[in-house]
Structure formats: structure tokens, C-alpha cells
């Protein structure tokens, strides 16, 4: 079992940064797939980014470049570095783990994944 906490969203004007952070606990290794997931009202959720076990990154093409997934092991915790900020990317932000490691990626189906966090809020204006 994981349990998955995010913090760090909020509002930032279009251009900004925020870092994201998902505190896991639970587990005592690496070896699982991580992952950041966004959703708006009224549309599916969609996949950001994820690490796999081997530190491997993927992205979505909309945030390739300007969000960076990263995992601190010793602190058991799971981060999205998000620059150069679009009104687009407002959303819900969810990190979700899964423990079957192979072919982790953001396109992973949602209802594939294990656990999930109960989201944070980030809003981006003009």
C-alpha cells in the first residue's frame, strides 16, 4: 500500500514557475512507477510526466521542455518542476504510482495506476 500526498500548487501569473511535491509513504523502495496526471472539469485526466524505477523520464508533448519529473528516494518523495507557465496547464494536478514498472509512461491509462494523491490546485493567469 502507498499513500500519496501533493503539495505545492497555487496561482502564478502566465510565464512563472511552481514546483510541485508528493510525499509517499508506505514503501520502501524505488522500484515503481511514478507519475503526474492534470484534470479540468469536465475533461478526462490527463497524463503529465512519469519516472520509472531506473529514473527514465516521459512527457507529454504539450509540457516537454518546460515541466521536469524527479524522485528523491531518501526523502520518499516525487516532484514536477513546471516553467514557463500557460494559462493551459491550469488544472487539478494528481501523482499517482503504479507497481508495475514496465513501460511507465504519462499515457498509461489512469485506471491502470495503484494509488493516487488527492490532488492540488494549479491555476495559471495572463
Known amino acids: 500500500q502507498l499513500r500519496l500526498v501533493e503539495s505545492g500548487g497555487g496561482s502564478v501569473q502566465s510565464g512563472g514557475s511552481l514546483r510541485l511535491s508528493c510525499a509517499v509513504s508506505?514503501?520502501?523502495?524505488?522500484?515503481?512507477?511514478a507519475g503526474w496526471f492534470r484534470q479540468v472539469p469536465g475533461k478526462e485526466r490527463e497524463g503529465v510526466a512519469a519516472?520509472?524505477?531506473?529514473?527514465?523520464?516521459s512527457y507529454a508533448d504539450s509540457v516537454k521542455g518546460r515541466f521536469t519529473i524527479s524522485r528523491d528516494n531518501a526523502k520518499n518523495a516525487l516532484y514536477l518542476q513546471m516553467s514557463s507557465l500557460r494559462p493551459e496547464d491550469t488544472a487539478m494536478y494528481y501523482c499517482?504510482?503504479?507497481?508495475?514498472?514496465?513501460?511507465?509512461?504519462?499515457?498509461?491509462?489512469?485506471?491502470?495506476?495503484?494509488?493516487w494523491g488527492q490532488g492540488t490546485q494549479v491555476t495559471v493567469s495572463l
Open positions: 499517482a504510482a503504479d507497481y508495475y514498472d514496465t513501460g511507465c509512461s504519462p499515457r498509461r491509462a489512469p485506471s491502470i495506476w495503484d494509488y
Open positions: 519516472l520509472d524505477g531506473a529514473g527514465r523520464t
Open positions: 508506505g514503501h520502501t523502495t524505488s522500484n515503481y512507477c
